[in-house]
């Protein structure tokens, strides 16, 4: 079997998801909605090298005719059902059971580093860096970021996503949308906890 590129080896996580959860293939509108491709056509031309390099027989005339021949890797190397966390409850810590909307399989290798939740995004205070409403940022627990970073902030009883700049006792989030204001915290006076640091995102639209 030919090596694949990390593009098809997405679109070959995402056929054998479908699979595992719903027990058929997905359409290529469903590869393009996973996976952020702009059209079908990039999901067809990514499922023609999977074909082509052995993975998957693809049946003309049928919009879910993937059949998998072999599988990249099996799902019981990461079954790891990662926690998908929405409006996280006041007071409440961020993967406090009531703040799992759901758990979904995940290959933890997918992106380049480990991470432990999902965080499903509301809003549109990041969408000028292209994170929409819903899409689901992975988080990796952290307290070690750097400015630049986007990262999960607790400030009081409010969770939020932002982009981090520390400048001695200043701290500021900062949104990636012009018709969001800059939070700017003094550290003296008001106590902001970074609970972590995005490493990944999976686009829902």
Do not use: W
Not at 108 to 126: E, Q
Not at 135 to 162: H, P, S, W
């Amino acid at each position: 079997m030919k090596e694949l590129t990390n593009q098809q080896s997405k679109v070959l996580y995402c056929v054998e998801v479908y699979l595992n959860k719903t027990g058929f293939p997905p359409t290529r509108a469903e590869i393009c909605k996973e996976l952020g491709f702009k059209s079908p056509n990039a999901a067809e031309m990514h499922l023609r090298a999977l074909e082509k390099k052995g993975y998957i027989k693809i049946q003309s005339g049928s919009s879910r005719g993937i059949s998998i021949v072999k599988s990249q890797q099996s799902f019981e190397e990461y079954s790891e059902q990662i926690p998908v966390i929405g409006l996280v409850a006041a007071g409440s810590p961020t993967l406090a059971e009531e703040n799992v909307e759901k758990r979904i399989s995940c290959d933890p290798n997918i992106f380049s580093d480990c991470f432990d939740y999902f965080l499903k995004v509301k809003g549109l205070s990041m969408i000028d860096a292209g994170i929409h409403e819903d899409d689901l940022v992975a988080i990796k627990k952290t307290t070690d970021v750097k400015n630049g970073d986007l990262v999960v902030v607790r400030i009081d009883d409010e969770v939020t996503l932002k982009y981090f700049r520390k400048d001695n006792h200043n701290l500021k989030l900062i949104p990636a949308n012009k018709d969001f204001s800059t939070i700017i915290i003094d550290l003296r006076e008001q106590e902001a906890i970074i609970e972590g640091k995005s490493v990944g995102l999976i686009r829902t639209h």
